[in-house]
């Protein structure tokens, strides 16, 4: 079984930083590409960020230029950096990966439990 743990959210003022953590644990697994989302109350969840395990990252338009996504393979672990932040950020922001579990089992999808963020204008 593969446990994704999001840590780093929390209540930042406009313009702030924060810095995302979300690292996977568990036995006999690799993790192909890990993204994050956000859901804002009242809206559906949406994608943030991703990055493919050879360091390829994509952004939602909203966040090009303030968010950077990056990972560390030896660790499992991914990060999101969010600078410049706004109000309309704010979000629960969840971790997601595609971890291949081998051959019998293939690729499954995990979520992490999700993170609070909070940017006060």
């Known amino acids: 079984q593969v446990q994704l743990v999001e840590s780093g959210g929390g209540l930042v003022q406009a313009g702030g930083s924060l810095r995302l953590s979300c690292a996977a644990s568990?036995?006999?697994?690799?993790?192909?590409?890990m993204y994050w989302y956000h859901q804002a109350p009242g809206k559906e969840r949406e994608l943030v960020a991703s990055?493919?395990?050879?360091?390829?990252?994509n952004y939602a338009d909203s966040v090009k230029g303030r968010f950077t996504i990056s990972r560390e393979n030896a660790k499992n672990t991914v990060f999101l950096q969010m600078n410049s932040l706004k109000p309309e950020d704010t979000a629960v922001y969840y971790c997601?990966?595609?971890?291949?579990?081998?051959?019998?089992?293939?690729?499954?999808?995990?979520w992490g439990q999700g993170t609070q963020v909070t940017v006060s204008s």
């Open positions: 997601n990966a595609d971890i291949w579990l081998g051959p019998k089992m293939g690729v499954k999808n995990y």
């Open positions: 568990g036995s006999s697994f690799s993790i192909n590409t």
């Open positions: 990055i493919t395990v050879g360091g390829r990252a």
